[in-house]
């Protein structure tokens, strides 16, 4: 199964999803948006239809938030 998970570094939320994943054994790739407004961040709004970060993708399906991502791997 793969994963993709979209945040930026920095960030608290991202940082958690990390480290949920990492804890949880879950392979995944990080892909970085860069800064608030880049085109990739915007892009990714208008896919998930959200303005929140982290979003983790998995087999096209999207998990808003950390407590989403938490819910869906349990």
């Known amino acids: 199964m793969e994963r993709k998970l979209f945040g930026m570094k920095n960030n608290p939320e991202t940082g958690k999803a990390i480290r949920f994943l990492e804890d949880a054994k879950l392979e995944y790739e990080m892909i970085d948006v860069g800064y608030a407004n880049s085109s990739t961040k915007?892009?990714?709004e208008i896919i998930s239809n959200s303005l929140n970060l982290?979003?983790?993708f998995v087999?096209?399906?999207?998990?808003i938030g950390i407590e989403s991502i938490r819910e869906h791997h349990r």
Do not use: K
Not at 59 to 63: F, S, T
């Open 54 to 56: 982290p979003v983790l």
């Open 59 to 63: 087999e096209g399906v999207a998990y």
């Open 42 to 44: 915007q892009a990714l």
